[in-house]
């Protein structure tokens, strides 16, 4: 089962709002990552945030982590139509080094 | 620096006939990942190897799926008498050797290879 889930699934906005997009993992990591994938193209990493951290800056990123609820959100403000694309969480398969697991990822479309 | 190179970015096989699909990892990267992606979903992983070792094929079919990463060349990704239901995109993904400083737990994807069974 996906370790990373993100919610919503699809998410619709306009240029210039803010977009929230959250996930839930179900066991304990060191580091929670998201990364990026627009259509047809491979996966590109966006940030990581580590298991002592509670919040991180990447430029109009924001990561968010609550290792108590098991659950991370990234926010990206002022939005482009360039951002749209998919975004995934990801977490360390269990006994696998550093071989990630990802969630279902959320779609973002962001229209001018 | 090159990223991670796969080929063929496309691929079109009949049912029953064999498709094999290859990853060159970033330049200093030892581990190479095979993740599976259908229409709409998430990345699967399937199996993760180092050179001439198989670390972790967990996630692989037990059956018709084999993965390789020699001394020599690229990873291999195997698939034999392939069926409609290995249609999907498949993606490889390198990192660093684990422990060192350069590894940041960040995997480097490449661009993937769509395989359709006809």
């Known amino acids: 089962s996906q370790q990373g889930e993100e919610d919503p699934q699809a998410l619709s906005i306009q240029e210039g709002e803010n977009a929230t997009m959250n996930c839930s993992y179900k066991t304990s990591i060191n580091n929670l990552q998201w990364y990026r994938q627009n259509s047809g193209r491979g996966l590109v990493h966006l940030i990581l945030?580590?298991?002592?951290?509670r919040e991180k800056h990447s430029g109009r990123l924001r990561v968010t982590l609550d290792t108590s609820k098991k659950s991370s959100s990234l926010l990206i403000t002022a939005s482009r139509a360039a951002d749209t694309a998919s975004y995934f969480c990801?977490?360390?398969?269990?006994?696998?080094?550093?071989?990630?697991?990802f969630g279902k990822g959320t779609s973002l479309l962001v229209t001018p | 620096n090159a990223g991670v190179m796969q080929n063929p970015r496309h691929l079109v096989r009949r049912r029953g006939q064999e498709a094999r699909l290859r990853c060159s990892p970033m330049?200093?990267?030892?581990?190479v990942y095979w993740y599976r992606q259908l229409p709409e979903e998430g990345l699967k992983f399937m199996v993760y190897l180092q050179k001439e070792n198989i670390i972790d094929e967990s996630g692989m079919p037990k059956e018709r799926f084999s993965a390789e990463f020699p001394k020599e060349g690229p990873s291999i990704l195997r698939i034999q008498q392939v069926v409609r239901g290995d249609s999907a995109a498949y993606f490889c993904?390198?990192?660093?050797?684990?422990?060192?400083?350069?590894?940041?737990?960040?995997?480097?994807f490449g661009e993937g290879s769509r395989l359709t069974v006809l």
């Open positions: 990801a977490t360390v398969l269990k006994n696998s080094g550093y071989a990630l697991n």
């Open positions: 993904a390198s990192s660093p050797p684990q422990g060192g400083v350069r590894n940041t737990g960040e995997l480097f």
């Open positions: 330049k200093g990267h030892s581990h």
């Open positions: 945030i580590r298991s002592n951290e």
